[in-house]
């Protein structure tokens, strides 16, 4: 559920085009290791070329990742009789919009019993996740709002 729709659409998650991308450029870097000197054909590779555009899909993986992270620690300091699953899942689901979690936060529950802190925690990764991360990004950016 983390791979959400195609590119171009509004669903939440990692787009496909981008997981696929992501994959190619593991594959290349894994060949090029043990193989230094091969000229590798890359066929349909949706990304910008060179290094800038490699460079900006490991950062928007590792923002998805960072943001799964963080969240989760947030979430467990605030709601410490919770499950890992359960904050796990919660996190999951707001950060990539799926719906419902697991554990506490089953099809038949829902999100009522998180604090505050909690709640507002959930709803800011629920705007990143929708947003894409390097769009919120630039949102809290001083040097943005500066120039515009």
Same mark, same amino acid.
């Given at each position: 559920?983390?791979?959400?729709?195609?590119?171009?659409?509004?669903?939440?998650?990692?787009?496909?085009?981008?997981?696929?991308?992501?994959?190619?450029?593991?594959?290349?870097?894994?060949?090029?290791?043990?193989?230094?000197?091969?000229?590798?054909?890359?066929? !349909?590779?949706?990304? @910008?070329?060179? $290094?800038? &555009?490699?460079? #900006?899909?490991?950062?928007? %993986?590792?923002?998805?990742? /960072?943001?799964?992270?963080?969240?989760?620690?947030?979430?467990?300091?605030?709601?410490?009789?919770?499950?890992?699953?359960?904050?796990?899942?919660?996190?999951?689901?707001?950060?990539? !919009?799926?719906?419902? @979690?697991?554990? $506490?936060? &089953?099809?038949? #529950?829902?999100?009522?019993? %998180?604090?505050?802190?909690? /709640?507002?925690?959930?709803?800011?990764?629920?705007?990143?996740?929708?947003?894409?991360?390097?769009?919120?990004?630039?949102?809290?950016?001083?040097?943005?709002?500066?120039?515009?």
């Amino acid at each position: 559920m983390v791979a959400g729709g195609c590119s171009g659409s509004t669903a939440g998650g990692l787009k496909v085009n981008r997981l696929i991308a992501l994959f190619r450029i593991m594959r290349e870097e894994l060949t090029k290791s043990f193989r230094p000197n091969i000229v590798m054909e890359v066929k !349909n590779l949706p990304l @910008a070329s060179g $290094e800038r &555009g490699r460079v #900006e899909m490991l950062f928007m %993986f590792t923002l998805a990742g /960072l943001s799964l992270g963080v969240g989760t620690l947030l979430i467990s300091a605030f709601e410490p009789g919770m499950s890992f699953t359960g904050v796990l899942s919660a996190v999951t689901a707001s950060l990539f !919009n799926i719906g419902p @979690a697991l554990a $506490e936060l &089953g099809p038949t #529950e829902n999100f009522g019993k %998180f604090s505050n802190p909690s /709640l507002l925690i959930l709803s800011f990764l629920m705007m990143i996740g929708r947003l894409e991360f390097v769009a919120a990004c630039v949102l809290v950016m001083p040097s943005f709002w500066r120039k515009y």
